[in-house]
């Protein structure tokens, strides 16, 4: 009887959609991953989303919900305030964005001559990295990482966070044929925001929606194909009218 | 129609409730939502958040500030009911946060707060219970972490009788009305009402029987909350 009580169990498949409180193994052979707890042997999910499995850790990754900022991760914000030393960035997250005058900045910037403004304004939009969050949920910034800086003209739209994946697509295909289509630049922050800017914004924003929108349907990738065609077709129209 | 032996007012045996629907995701602009219906009792639920907290000094360093909103809606009595806050909107909000911030990972969160709104389109007795239920599938929609869901439904006695899922008639005829929300995976009540005179034998029936009720409540939760995902079960997705 005491075997019995020790033996680990798994209660659910991988890709299988539970809800919180849902029982998801028990037994000390799994480990509790990514919004999971454990509690009397047993794993539990914390949120409603998709197991995912690995050898013997259980995460649960989620599917709807807001951005909560996360280490090493690229995000795009707005910079919504300007302190003695620092710039306060939106980063579609209840916690605002803090990046400080020296991750801000490479060169040596004398403050009694110049002025933050200088270099990141109020209503500026930049690529930054999250360098840390600390316990109580500063999100420290930091733009001394590939990629990080200032994004000039362009457009910003807003998807689910956990749509953020999907578009990215395996090894990058999906923004890669969105890219490649339309001409436009690209890119995707992992909290949600998209910068767009080139010749065909509207199309390429479309396609962008259109993932978020039907992110877990097969035949994806074609039917973005085919709505980039006609998009584009129809501002070559559009040029030989005017 | 008086109640006979072995029926209700309306026909339902004593440990029978009413019809049941549950369902997520239909409020647009939330972050998440939840509908419930006891028969013609229905809430609607809509949660807002995480997000920063306003007032300033409302928000907790430790964890995630809780702001859930009882309402009525004027056309969902029988006599219109007024508007704005009253003495009974308040109490109740109280209760169903304390239920819900109970089970929901508020450490995760702090200095944010969470906002919860529900809205009863159509009152019938145990509206509480409809709008804590309806708010649990909201929480879970809008991807809040907690540990479990918030199962929720009343116990009655009526004409000496405990009845499941009072209605109609039994809420104002009726002895005593008891509500309450029960947390399946831990065993726990953590909204529990009641009004009227019930002796202890009678109290430990009634209670029973609620939480027998509850595990139906949560099973209809569970059901529409799997439903509005389920057509992401086995596909491909990048990384």
Redesign the interface.
């Known amino acids: 009887m005491e075997e019995n009580n020790n033996e680990s169990k798994l209660f659910v498949e991988d890709r299988k959609i539970v809800v919180p409180g849902e029982v998801l193994a028990k037994g000390i052979e799994y480990l509790p991953g990514h919004d999971t707890y454990k509690i009397n042997n047993e794993i539990r999910s914390k949120i409603l989303g998709l197991v995912k499995i690995k050898n013997h850790l259980i995460n649960v990754v989620p599917l709807s919900g807001g951005y909560m900022p996360q280490e090493r991760d690229g995000v795009i914000g707005e910079v919504v305030d300007i302190q003695p030393y620092a710039w306060l960035v939106n980063i579609n997250s209840p916690y605002l964005g803090y990046l400080s005058l020296s991750e801000g900045v490479e060169e040596f910037v004398d403050l009694a001559k110049s002025d933050l403004t200088e270099y990141f304004d109020v209503g500026d939009v930049i690529y930054a990295k999250i360098k840390k969050v600390t316990k109580r949920k500063d999100v420290l910034l930091t733009m001394k990482d590939k990629m990080c800086r200032k994004l000039r003209g362009g457009t910003i739209i807003r998807i689910t966070p956990a749509k953020v994946p999907r578009l990215i697509g395996k090894g990058g295909s999906m923004v890669e044929t969105i890219k490649e289509k339309t001409g436009c630049k690209i890119i995707i922050g992992q909290n949600g925001f998209v910068w767009i800017s080139g010749k065909n914004i509207s199309a390429a924003a479309k396609a962008v929606l259109m993932v978020e929108r039907e992110s877990h349907t097969t035949g994806l990738t074609e039917r973005i194909g085919k709505l980039l065609e006609k998009e584009l077709s129809n501002v070559d129209k559009g040029d030989e009218n005017e | 129609m008086r109640m006979s032996e072995e029926k209700r007012f309306d026909g339902r045996k004593f440990d029978e409730m009413r019809e049941l629907e549950a369902k997520a995701n239909l409020v647009e602009r939330a972050?998440?939502s939840g509908y419930f219906r006891f028969g013609d009792t229905r809430a609607i639920a809509a949660v807002y958040?995480?997000?920063?907290t306003h007032p300033r000094h409302l928000a907790d360093?430790r964890r995630a500030f809780i702001k859930f909103r009882y309402n009525m809606a004027p056309f969902s009595t029988k006599d219109r009911n007024r508007p704005g806050p009253s003495r009974r909107s308040v109490e109740i909000s109280k209760v169903i946060k304390e239920a819900l911030s109970a089970?929901i990972?508020r450490e995760?969160?702090?200095?944010?707060?969470i906002e919860i709104y529900a809205e009863i389109l159509d009152a019938n007795a145990s509206t509480r219970c409809a709008a804590l239920n309806a708010a649990s599938i909201a929480l879970?929609?809008?991807?809040?972490?907690?540990?479990?869901?918030v199962a929720s439904c009343s116990v009655g006695k009526v004409n000496g009788q405990i009845v499941l899922d009072v209605a109609g008639e039994e809420d104002t005829e009726g002895e005593v009305d008891l509500p309450i929300g029960y947390?399946?995976?831990e065993n726990k009540i953590h909204l529990l009402q009641m009004d009227g005179i019930i002796t202890k034998e009678e109290f430990k029936k009634a209670l029973e029987l609620a939480i027998k009720g509850c595990k139906v409540v949560y099973q209809k939760?569970?059901e529409a909350?799997?439903e509005i995902?389920?057509?992401?079960?086995?596909?491909?997705?990048?990384?």
């Open positions: 972050n998440g958040g995480p997000v920063e360093p089970v990972e995760e969160f702090p200095r944010a707060s879970a929609h809008a991807g809040i972490p907690m540990r479990d869901l947390v399946p995976s939760q569970v909350l799997k995902f389920k057509t992401y079960e086995n596909e491909e997705v990048g990384e």
